[in-house]
C-alpha cells in the first residue's frame, strides 16, 4: 500500500503546483492541452483516493478480526509454550493457513494407509464389561492392507464476522461421513468465541484433535469404552479465552446428543425416554482449562470436563449366561467427567532437535435409567445403573530430528453394572481389560509421517492380542496449526 501512497502523494503535489501556477500568472488564453491534462489529474486523483479508502477499509477489518479472540486451533496453548508445538513434534500439517488467502477457501487433504497384523481376530474385538453399540467404532482395524482414516478438509473467512470449516472423513469401508461442518464468529471480542454446527467437543484432551493429529494410530481404551471413540455433535459452543498471563479457557456446549453415550433422541421407541418431544437438547458440556510455562524449556496444561448425554432405545450389545450374544436397549442420562493434563519439555524452548511430551487422562462414566434386556428373547424391561472409569497415561521422546517414539500404558475398571430385576439374564465379566503399546515415527518433512506400532490388547478375555501395524500420513495443501 506504500507505493500507492507514494504515487497518489506525488500526483496530488503535482496537482497543487499546476494550481499555484496557474493562480500566479493565470493565462489569457487558456491551453486546451493544459486543460486535458488538468482533467487527467483530477480523475488520477480521484481514483486514487477511491482505491486508498478501500485499502484502509480492508486493513481496518483484518486488524478488527486480529484483535478477538483467536480459533481454538491456536487459542489451546499459552502464548508463552508455542515454541513446544513446531512442526518437528505436531502431527503431518500443511503449508499455508487453514483460512486460506482473504476470503479464498483452502483445501487440505490428509491421506492415511496402514498394514495391520493381529494374533486375535479383528472381527471379534470387543471391550469386557462395557457394552456398546453394535455399530461402535472400537478395535485396531481389519487385518491387511487398508485405507485408514483419511480427510478432506475446507475452511474460509466468510467475512470480517465469521469463518467456515468443514471435514469429510473417508473410511476403509468405503463410507463418507461429516467429521466436522461449522461456522464460528471471529470479532465478538472480549475473548469470546461462537461456534454452531457439527464439530467436535471441547471435553478432554484428546477429543477435541482429529484422528492424524494424534501421537498413536488408535484412541485409549477409556476413549473408545465412554465416548465411543470420540465424541462430535451437532449444537453450539461457547468459548471464553481470559485475558491473563496464565492462559485460562472456559468452554460450554449444547446439543443433539446423537453420538454414544447419549443417541438420537428422535427416534425413540414409543414408551422410551424421549426428549425430542420438549425440543430439548440431547447434551451439554462444561470444561475449564489452565496452562503456562515452567521456566524456559518446559510448559504445561491441564484441565477439568464433564459430559452430560440422554439416551433413548439405545441399542447395546451384551451376553447372556451362557456366552450368547443378546441385544439390550438403554433409556436414560450418562455422565462423563474427565481430566486430563499435559506437560511438553523443550531445550529453551527450541524443540526442534529434542522434546518430550507426557500426557495422561482418567476418565468416569455413571449410567442410570432403564434396560430391556434381551430384546429379541426375554425383552424383560427393568432398571439399569452402572459406574465405570479409565485412565491411560503416555509418553512421548524425540530424540532426534524427524524421530520420535513412544510408550503408552492403559487399563479400565468395568464396574460391576446393576440391571436390577434383570441381573441373571446378562453375564458379568471379570477383568480389568488393559493395553500396552509402542510407537515409533519417522517424519521426513512436516507433511508426511511413517509409524510403527506394537501393542499388547487384553480389552478381551482370554489371551492378549498382539497387534502391530505401519501406517502413512501424508498432508497436502493447506492446513491450520494443531493445538497445544
Not at 70 to 93: E, K
Not at 204 to 212: E, S, V
Not at 226 to 252: C, N, Y
Not at 270 to 299: F, K, Q, R, V
Request: net charge negative.
Amino acid at each position: 500500500m506504500d507505493h500507492v501512497v507514494r504515487r497518489a502523494g506525488w500526483i496530488l503535489c503535482l496537482a497543487a503546483g499546476s494550481a499555484v501556477a496557474q493562480t500566479a500568472s493565470p493565462p489569457t488564453h487558456p491551453n486546451p492541452d493544459t486543460q486535458a491534462l488538468r482533467r487527467e489529474i483530477a480523475a488520477m486523483r480521484a481514483e486514487y483516493e477511491a482505491r486508498i479508502q478501500a485499502l484502509e477499509k480492508r486493513v481496518q477489518a483484518a486488524e478488527a478480526a486480529a484483535a478477538a479472540s483467536p480459533p481454538n486451533a491456536t487459542a489451546a496453548a499459552p502464548a508463552a509454550t508455542a515454541p513446544a508445538a513446531t512442526t518437528a513434534t505436531a502431527a503431518p500439517t500443511g503449508g499455508g493457513s487453514a483460512a486460506g488467502g482473504g476470503f479464498q477457501p483452502a483445501l487440505s487433504l490428509i491421506l492415511s494407509g496402514a498394514y495391520y497384523n493381529s494374533s486375535q481376530d479383528p472381527a471379534t474385538y470387543r471391550i469386557r464389561g462395557f457394552s456398546l453399540p453394535p455399530d461402535a467404532a472400537i478395535g485396531p482395524g481389519v487385518r491387511g492392507f487398508s485405507l485408514a482414516e483419511s480427510e478432506l478438509g475446507l475452511a474460509a473467512n466468510i467475512d470480517p464476522w465469521f469463518r467456515g470449516a468443514a471435514n469429510l472423513s473417508f473410511a476403509p469401508d468405503n463410507t463418507v461421513s461429516v467429521e466436522e461442518a461449522y461456522v464460528e464468529t471471529t470479532s465478538l471480542g472480549h475473548g469470546l468465541n461462537l461456534r454452531a454446527g457439527r464439530f467436535f467437543s471441547n471435553i478432554g484432551y484428546l477429543n477435541p484433535q482429529h484422528a492424524h493429529a494424534w501421537d498413536f494410530a488408535d484412541a485409549p481404551l477409556a476413549y473408545q469404552a465412554m465416548l465411543g471413540t470420540q465424541f462430535d455433535d451437532d449444537g453450539v459452543r461457547l468459548t471464553w479465552l481470559a485475558p491473563t498471563e496464565q492462559f485460562i479457557e472456559l468452554s460450554a456446549e449444547a446439543g443433539r446428543g446423537r453420538s454414544y453415550p447419549g443417541s438420537d433422541t428422535s427416534h425413540n421407541a414409543p414408551g422410551m425416554y424421549t426428549l425430542a418431544a420438549h425440543n430439548a437438547p440431547g447434551m451439554y458440556t462444561l470444561a475449564a482449562h489452565t496452562g503456562g510455562d515452567i521456566g524456559d524449556s518446559s510448559s504445561w496444561r491441564a484441565g477439568l470436563s464433564y459430559l452430560h448425554a440422554h439416551a433413548g432405545d439405545q441399542e447395546l450389545l451384551a451376553f447372556d449366561p451362557a456366552g450368547k450374544e443378546i441385544r439390550n436397549r438403554f433409556a436414560g442420562s450418562t455422565g462423563v467427567w474427565i481430566a486430563d493434563a499435559v506437560w511438553k519439555w523443550a531445550p529453551n524452548g527450541n524443540a526442534t532437535r529434542t522434546n518430550f511430551k507426557l500426557q495422561g487422562e482418567y476418565l468416569q462414566s455413571r449410567r442410570d435409567g432403564s434396560m430391556v434386556v434381551d430384546t429379541a428373547g426375554a425383552a424383560s424391561p427393568g432398571d439399569y445403573r452402572a459406574t465405570q472409569s479409565g485412565w491411560y497415561l503416555q509418553g512421548v521422546y524425540q530424540f532426534m530430528p524427524h524421530w520420535r517414539f513412544g510408550l503408552r500404558t492403559e487399563r479400565l475398571s468395568p464396574g460391576t453394572p446393576d440391571y436390577g430385576s434383570n441381573s441373571g439374564l446378562v453375564a458379568q465379566d471379570s477383568g480389568s481389560p488393559s493395553k500396552n503399546t509402542l510407537m515409533l515415527d519417522w517424519s521426513p518433512s512436516e507433511f508426511s509421517r511413517w509409524r510403527f506400532q506394537l501393542a499388547q490388547d487384553r480389552a478381551r478375555a482370554g489371551a492378549a492380542d498382539t497387534q502391530w501395524l505401519i501406517q502413512y500420513q501424508m498432508s497436502l495443501g493447506a492446513h491450520g496449526a494443531h493445538s497445544y
